[in-house]
């Protein structure tokens, strides 16, 4: 795996669904998965800091006031209705533990939808960079991860998810994502065996 | 690697395009998580409703390993599920049972299969077990215990037999405690039949005025409850007598459980009772003395006690602030007598080093008089030469009744066997004792001492000194006063010739300790005889000559030994580190002085090495012993020699050195020739396994960085290959300790973490944290520093579950590297 065209992409890593109070954390089941994705995407991401590699943070909120147009529908709107997601609050921000990385991750603040490629500019930042790889960590499985997945496959990129830095909603959503759908149209790994994959000497 | 395909639409269409594949697939993301969300809770309620059965319901693969075990396994099968997952079904089965399904597996044309075995962890419970074969593979089966329907079934046969055949009284009442059946014995005390009990309750028949409540309550409570219960009551029989019953209500329960009726066997208890109360009546007046007389005796012991441990606490301590600058005087002052010095100045010096000889002779009397006390002072026995001993204790003396004008004679008879075995110091101390008496007492004539045999036999002999004087004597009436500690001759003109009173108690006590007797007679104005007999076994000559060369070539060697050695001195008195240097300086060694035990440790960690560490046992901060243990617990500690050197000369105290991990033992004021016989002990052993330039390394052996080949973000080795000298072998070693440890430090954390000792947390943190620097662990040294840290905060416990989790995370990836790192060595 060539660090130079690889990306990552950390998709959702808001206080809401990370922290320990955050509005989103009681409808996931076993919820020390969440402290154990973290831990393990930030000890990915000191190694990867010291790599080439393109580090870009996608979270996702809500503003107070939309369109009807634009307003969510379905499990979104649910989540807005929670009050959780919102703009301009704690639970929107990213979450404390990325700060020790933002002189490295570039973020793409506009996302609503569960994809990180509608109406947020992320292709064209991936072509800038010249990225043909891309990793996705982050939640939830099945919805942003599947749909940020997909799409970037669709749009010719090799894509790896990192399994044991995601989680989801439930157990079971998390075992027939990494085992049935992903493997559909990606790689799935864990970050240490990518980590061996982009520290291993390369022959260009 | 595929490429990017769009690469060829140029920003803007690329872009446009991904948003709309984006809003495209958002639509079919959210049915296919919609439909997982259904199969979730599909799966949950399945799962609810396994779960609750008390049977167990079980999954096989096709190769008959467990893939699914229902909760109720651990109670029927007493096994923890989550260790049976993937293991043979048929391991769970007692061996004799095995083979019944092992017959059903093997033939694929059965599709079904009920049997009844013991499971393997059951001493005697029984299981029926069904099994189905799956037509996809694999089987699915369920366990049902069936220890309760053969429990109450045996119960009921036991109770009949009971009922029929016991004088004890039975009643059988319904679930609901109505009575339908009692045997004749209770027909017979009570003159209740059956026709007047049945339908009633048992108590509202027999129970009236002068019941207990109270027991009536609890065993009503029982029987609503469906519990057995056991109790003494009062009851009535028909004509109005009370009489005094033990029962027993046991519940008796059908197959599926149910309660279907209680059996209740009762035992009368009048007589007894009448006869305890009498007894009770006539030994509550001795109780009350007996009561009285054992807590004086108590009161009475526990003063004694702490009077005791009081006294011991206070010699020991005593001994200690006191020999520790002794040491440091006399060191120095013997040094200082070895420099160029003025006549006066010389004369000067000499007297404080005498006189502090003196003062320790005297604390040495202190603390060998508790140690007699307390039972502790032991003998050693060993080969001496009895006329050497006399030429010393004659040259030590002579020169103090020289002084004095008076004559010292010291005879010792023919027949008086040279070499023996026994305690020379202690014999010799008991001479100086009584030699020095006479001298002091003595103001012209002489002093004459007498050695001779009393008796001889093949291996021992008994001999007797004899000391006489020309001196002043004393009254017979003070001849037994004379060994009583502390006593001393009050009204003699020579009271001002010093002593504690102590030496001739201490002296009494040790010849009683080497079998032997003492006696005095002594005349005013004549003279005073003092003689005392020990037992000594015969020794061997050739013995005691080795005994001596050894120890002066013990001493030489030792010498030798120290030069190059890197020695560092735990102490933290300034004047004895001045006094240890010089004596080790002297003769080569490098010497390190740590002011405390966590100086020392510091020392270590610092990436110092040492051949050996001379360890005070008392210090501020981290005493010797706490210290030790600490080291102990480093890998890079596990094997330097440490040698206590501590004034408080006890046996227990060398012992808890000895166990707390130290290696030897040495006593302050420091002997020169003792400390160097100790140290060529340990710097021989110690050296010639770590000191590089002995080390004569193996050509092949690598001397290169091996992980340099593999990055590994967790493990930085450089310090470590640099402490070993580049040898993979040792760095694969010193990380497999390390590994041991961190993963056993980890699990106690755990522990703490779970019953909440938190500040325990931060103290295993703090020992794991400098293990780790040592092997360049530094992420998990960083999150022990921050784990320690959290401890005093607000919401520790929360923040420290976390961060020892974080931490099992961070070992788990050392754990990885450390593996491919050793591939990789052993590779190379």
Redesign the interface.
Known sequence: ??AR?TALLLVGFENDKYA?TGLLRGIVESA?RI??AL??TL?FM??VA?LPVVVISTPIAFDPAEASTTKPR??LAAIRGMGALQRGTWGAEPVAELAEFSSVITTIPNRR????????????I???RG???VLIAGNST??CV??TG??AA?????VTILTDCIYG??L??DR??CEQ?FPLYAHTATS?EV?DLL?APRVD | ???????HLG?EL??A???A???Q??L???A???L??A??ES?NKLRRRVEFLSQVVFELDDAGMLEYVSPAWQRVMGEDPMRCLRLPFRNFLREGYRQTFDDFFADTSRTRHTFQAKPERWESSWAKFSIARVPDGGFVGAIEDLFAEQSARSEIEMLSLVASATDNMVIITDARGHTTWVNGAFTRRTGYTLDDMEGRTPGSVLQREGTSRDVARVLGTAIHEHRSARAEILNFTKTGDPYWVQLQITPVLDTAGEVTRFVSIQTDTTERRAADEALRARSASLEERIAERTSELVAARRRAETATNSKSVFLANMSHEIRTPLNAIIGLSSLCLTTDLDTRQRDYLSKVERSAQHVLRIVSEILDMSKVESGVMTLEHRDFSMRTLLEQTEAITLHLAQTKGIGLTVVCDAEVPDFVVGDSVRLQQVLLNLIGNAVKFTERGSVDVRVAVTEREQEHAIVQFTVSDTGIGFPNEMANRLFDPFSQLDNSPTRNAGGTGLGLAISKRLVSLMGGDFQVKSTVGVGSTFSFTVDLALGDAQALMRQDMEKRDLAERGRTRCRGARILVAEDNELNQQVVRELLESVGAQVTIAGNGLEALQQLDAGHRFDAILMDVQMPVLDGMEATRSIRERSEGAAIPIIATTANATVEERQRCLVIGMNDFVTKPVDPDELFQVLSRWLDVHRDRVTPEETTPAPSAPTRDVSTDI?M?NLDLTALEKIVGGDAAKVTRLLGVFMTTTQKTLTEMDVCVASGQIPSVGRLAHRLRSAAATVGAHRIARKCEALESSIGVADAP?RTA?RV??MH??FA?VE?EVARRNQSAELA
Not at chain 1, 114 to 124: I, P, R, S
Not at chain 2, 1 to 7: A, L, V, W, Y
């Open positions: 795996m060539n065209t320990a020390e402290d154990a831990a393990r000890r000191r190694a010291l379905g499990i939808g569960f994809n990180a490629f509608t109406d947020t500019g992320l292709q064209e991936l072509a800038e990225v043909r790889t099945g919805l599947d749909a997909r799409t669709e749009l010719g990129y090799d909603r439930t079971l959503e027939v994502y759908i240490t980590l520290q | 690697m595929s490429t990017n395909g769009t690469e920003p690329a872009s395009l991904a948003s594949l984006g809003r697939s958002d079919h993301v959210e296919t998580s919609r997982i969300e199969l979730s799966e990055i973000p929360a976390r989790a974080e995370e961070l990836d990885r």
